[in-house]
């Protein structure tokens, strides 16, 4: 499956974005999708992740409350949105798809990434 990212860009704090990830691929109703994102300097982390049937998401804690995933697997795309965005969310964010996880090893493939960035 082959992943691709979109809707990053250069926001104040306290914007909204909507990132897409969308797959190609006739299986993308039974592909868990994870968000993750790096930050200069450091490790990749994990954001989110949804089920191949949404039945199931997980977020980490410091973006409870303000991201959500969702997709729609008529259109092959899992969306984060994210609300009242800080400059510590500034990174490259990335999909991937595989084991519904919140590791990089549960996933196998993985998007080129897009960039947000969330000025003070």
């Known amino acids: 499956v082959q992943l691709v990212e979109s809707g990053g860009g250069l926001v104040q704090a306290g914007a909204s974005l909507r990132l897409a990830c969308t797959a190609s691929?006739?299986?993308?109703?039974?592909?868990?999708i994870g968000w993750f994102r790096q930050a200069p300097g450091k490790e990749r982390e994990f954001v989110a992740a949804?089920?191949?049937?949404?039945?199931?998401?997980y977020y980490r804690n410091s973006v409870k409350g303000r991201f959500t995933i969702s997709r729609d697997n008529t259109k092959n795309t899992v969306y984060l949105q994210m609300n009242s965005l800080k400059p510590e969310d500034t990174a490259m964010y990335y999909c991937?798809?595989?084991?519904?996880?919140?590791?990089?090893?549960?996933?196998?493939?993985w998007g080129q990434g897009t960039q947000v960035t969330v000025s003070s």
């Open positions: 949804i089920s191949f049937n949404a039945y199931s998401t």
């Open positions: 991937a798809a595989g084991a519904f996880g919140i590791t990089e090893s549960s996933y196998d493939h």
């Open positions: 691929g006739r299986t993308f109703n039974r592909i868990n």
